[in-house]
């Protein structure tokens, strides 16, 4: 019973493929992101839902398209992946209510992409 | 983003209590401290979080300082599954930057048996 799911676990492409990320979560939250962690190890945000709508969208380029068909889920679409795009994407859920300030975020076990 | 700033690594010896500093003198009245931490090949994890009192889980307590401008993450036994990278992160409750956390680089800790 994972909170927090991602598919693939690892996934090797060549420069110019389109590849798509998974994400579901079964903890009934409401705010679903995509953080990126580079080969130093330096953890961004680049996108934030909250109940399907795009909240946060960290100047990230427009070849990255996140979708969210419902609460649960939220895909990362990746259009003519370059070799830069190589790094660990997390996924990560939260119920982000009143109290926004105080709200944890559970994340996910990461997709390793490596782009050739 | 408010800024924190962590020593890049600290050590301890398994069984020994552990006191991870972060120094954030730009904190605002609004401004939450969480801390996760990220094991070998895994997600971030949380840990704990505060606005002004010390507090307290089965995982570790936090130490805020009276005037917020520093708190410490404290592991009362150290275990070798605690080894990690332990991030101090401000978290505005404010529109804007709702649901952004901002990790910074980190402390790494190495515990030895």
């Known amino acids: 019973d994972t909170a927090v799911s991602q598919t693939p676990k690892y996934l090797v492409t060549q420069m110019g493929n389109d590849k798509s990320i998974k994400c579901e979560q079964n903890l009934g939250h409401d705010t679903m992101y995509w953080y990126k962690q580079d080969s130093k190890k330096f953890l961004k945000i680049m996108f934030s839902y909250n109940n399907k709508e795009l909240i946060i969208n960290e100047t990230v380029p427009n070849r990255f398209s996140p979708k969210s068909p419902d609460k649960a889920h939220l895909n990362l679409h990746i259009n003519s992946l370059e070799l830069g795009d190589s790094a660990v994407y997390f996924c990560?859920?939260?119920?982000?209510?009143?109290?926004?300030?105080?709200?944890?975020?559970?994340f996910g076990p990461g997709t390793r992409l490596t782009v050739l | 983003d408010a800024k924190t700033t962590q020593p890049n690594s600290m050590e301890s010896n398994e069984e020994e209590p552990v006191h991870l500093p972060c120094n954030h003198s730009t904190i605002s009245g609004t401004d939450y401290i969480h801390w996760y931490r990220q094991l070998p090949s895994q997600g971030p994890e949380y840990v704990i979080h505060?606005?002004?009192s010390n507090v307290n889980n089965r995982m570790a307590s936090l130490a805020i300082a009276e005037d917020r401008k520093s708190s410490t993450l404290i592991l009362h036994r150290a275990t070798l599954r605690d080894a990690a990278v332990y991030y101090c992160i401000l978290r505005d409750e404010r529109g804007s930057t709702l649901g952004r956390l901002y990790f910074g680089r980190g402390t790494q800790l190495t515990v030895w048996p």
């Open positions: 990560a859920s939260s119920q982000e209510g009143v109290a926004g300030g105080s709200d944890t975020q559970y």
């Open positions: 505060g606005l002004t």
